[in-house]
Nanobody, 125 residues
């Protein structure tokens, strides 16, 4: 069992930055692949980025990869999402998720086993 708690969301102006954190409980954090998803009002939850237990990463597309960076600190049981050059269309609730299938770097929400409660990110224009 893994419990995930996100933090770091808030209100930021267009072009600003935020760093989201996701703290995980349990002693096996380093065994999980971790992902970040987001859900804007009226839209489906979408994949943002993921990082494998041993480091490789994946992003949803060029727009995200050039502005967002996912990282993890296994000693601190924490995964991060550094978000730069934020745009109003990045406004959403951001969720972190854990996947115990270490053989894949999932992009579908159904591939993840544990979820945090989400943190709101609002980018004003």
């Amino acid at each position: 069992q893994v419990q995930l708690v996100e933090s770091g969301g808030g209100l930021v102006q267009d072009g600003g930055s935020l760093r989201l954190s996701c703290a995980a409980s349990g002693r096996t954090f380093s065994s999980y692949n971790m992902g970040w998803f987001r859900q804007a009002p009226g839209k489906e939850r979408e994949f943002v980025a993921a990082i494998m237990w041993r480091g490789p990463t994946r992003y949803s597309g060029d727009s995200i990869q050039g502005r967002f960076t996912i990282s993890r600190d296994n000693a601190k049981n924490t995964v991060y999402l550094q978000m730069n050059s934020l745009k109003p269309e990045d406004t959403a609730v951001y969720y972190c998720a854990a996947d115990y299938n270490r053989g894949r770097l999932g992009v579908q929400s159904s591939e993840y086993n544990y979820w945090g409660q989400g943190t709101q990110v609002t980018v004003s224009s």
